[in-house]
């Protein structure tokens, strides 16, 4: 089974950082793009950045120049590093990854528990 299993996140004061960090694990043939999403209370869920296979990123407006993503290939991993974090940063914060489970099989978006990132003015 495809699990993706996120850690970090926690309660920071405004113009802190904090590091979350995800790790897909299980049998899997590939992996494409990796993205963080993040939803706060009585809102949708939100893209807040995404990374390709080939590195090549993406940014929600509201955290260009803040947030940075960064993935390793070789560790299946997916990293946020959030900087200059504002009260509306606070939210729970889900990594997700586009897996193809077998060479031949369709590709699928699979989700994190999520962590919950709260951070206070």
């Known amino acids: 089974q495809v699990q993706l299993v996120e850690s970090g996140g926690g309660l920071v004061q405004a113009g802190g950082s904090l590091r979350l960090s995800c790790a897909a694990s299980g049998r899997f043939a590939n992996i494409n793009d990796m993205s963080w999403y993040r939803q706060a209370p009585g809102k949708q869920r939100e893209l807040v950045a995404s990374?390709?296979?080939?590195?090549?990123?993406n940014y929600a407006d509201s955290v260009k120049g803040r947030f940075a993503i960064s993935r390793d290939n070789d560790k299946n991993t997916v990293n946020l590093e959030m900087n200059s974090l504002k009260p509306e940063d606070t939210a729970v914060y889900y990594c997700s990854a586009s897996i193809k489970a077998e060479l031949g099989s369709f590709w699928r978006n699979y989700w994190g528990q999520g962590t919950q990132v709260t951070v206070s003015s």
């Open positions: 990374c390709t296979g080939g590195g090549m990123r």
